[in-house]
């Protein structure tokens, strides 16, 4: 049944406010100099409205679309050159799934033991990426899940903002335009190829329900094209950069109906498990580039715990290889998805531990007992 025309305009009313504050917030900060300043910018300035009381949202519909156009973007920066590095992911692969255990079990360990959450919820709050299957699961086990989803959209804020910032701070920052690729004016008729095969590998990439599946699979298909060299189209930088504003617009208004007061409450269990986490992240990170011929910022991403859709967008901002990048997220929400139930049903089994809370000091006996 459609929507009332009351409830249709509600929501391009209200998408329309997301969008204009996503724009000016990634415009703002990427005239002021701000790394990846259109979708970290978007990010934050939706956030901030979002808990100011602004019913910020994005429909799916339109998040779908924004997705496909992020992904075509992001193939296009392949090249026949790219593609000869691909020897180098199973052994990257094998050390980013390495990282990912040792960083659940030591992210799970800090918010037993430091914040008092019990073992469910703290697994769930330490697994990096596949948010709706971990919302999903938790609610199944009948976790916490405003700790988690506090947790979990903290830690991709965090890592939007922070990595840009520290690769900047350390002058890491790889040079170039965002998105862009030189070449020669694209022709209507590259164009319409570009977008409807890369359109169709995205349909069937979502139907087959692999992970990421529409942002990946047009990935997948532009990159093909650009890789074979058949295809040398792009799309308009300001259709990529709208997409990527879209993007940080949709990350940002999941806080809301976020109560502030919440939101404090559990802040320090979300900036204490992101430094465990990047910690054990950046360890590994470090290890591999000292290993392979990779370039650390390619790997800073990849390896970080942050959600796929989120990081992809931040390799097209950061001028990154969006196939490496990318095929190390998808191989950890593989990781996450399939090791989760399991876990999470032996934790369930398992006999529950006191806090600190909850151990109290023995009753001395008086006369009468």
């Known amino acids: 049944m459609p929507p009332s025309p009351a409830v249709a305009q ?18 703002v900060f990427t005239l002021i100099g701000a790394p990846a300043g259109l979708v970290s910018g978007s990010l934050l300035s939706v956030a901030a409205a979002s808990l100011l009381g602004r019913p910020m949202m994005v429909p799916r519909p339109l998040s779908r679309v924004l997705s496909v156009l992020v992904g075509i973007s992001l193939g296009a920066v392949v090249t026949p050159e790219t593609l000869q590095g691909l020897f180098a992911f ?21 918010l037993c033991y430091v914040h008092g959450w019990d073992a469910q919820t703290a697994l769930f709050g330490a697994s990096p990426g596949a948010l709706a299957q971990v919302m999903t699961l938790a609610a199944e086990y009948g976790a916490d899940l405003r700790k988690i989803a ?16 520290g690769l900047a701070y350390f002058g890491l920052m790889v ?5 862009m690729r030189v070449g020669p004016p694209a022709s209507v008729t590259e ?8 359109a169709g590998t995205a349909l ?26 058949y295809v040398h189209a792009i799309l308009p930088w300001w259709v990529a950069a709208a997409a990527v504003v879209g993007i940080g617009s949709v990350t940002g208004s999941r806080f809301a109906n976020t109560d502030p007061r919440t939101l404090l409450k559990y802040l320090g269990a979300a900036l204490g498990s992101f430094a465990v986490a990047i910690t054990v992240a950046t360890l590994f990170a470090v290890l591999l580039t000292n290993v392979l011929s990779v370039r650390i910022p390619d790997t800073v991403v990849a390896f970080a715990p942050g959600a796929q859709d989120t990081m992809m967008v931040l ?11 990318g095929a190390h997220h998808v191989s950890r929400f593989l990781l996450v998805s ?32």
């Open 315 to 325: 390799a097209l901002a950061l001028h990154l290889d969006p196939i490496f990048v």
């Open 338 to 369: 399939l090791s989760l139930p399991i876990l999470a049903g032996r934790l369930q089994r398992m006999p529950p531990e006191k806090t600190a809370e909850q151990v109290q000091p023995p009753v001395r006996p008086t006369i009468e007992d």
């Open 90 to 110: 199973p052994l990257s692969i094998t050390i980013m799934l390495v990282s990912t255990a040792c960083m659940m079990a030591a992210t799970t360990s800090y």
């Open 10 to 27: 509600r929501v391009v009313l209200r998408t329309a406010e997301t969008l204009l504050i996503g724009a000016v917030g990634g415009t």
């Open 150 to 165: 506090i947790v979990q959209v903290m830690r991709v804020v965090v890592l939007t903002i922070g990595i840009p910032t």
């Open 191 to 198: 164009i319409v190829i570009l977008v409807a095969a890369s």
């Open 175 to 179: 040079e170039g335009r965002m998105m």
């Open 204 to 229: 069937l990439a979502n139907r087959l329900r692999f992970p990421g599946g529409l942002m990946f699979g047009a990935m997948l298909g532009s990159a093909a094209l650009h890789g074979s060299g």
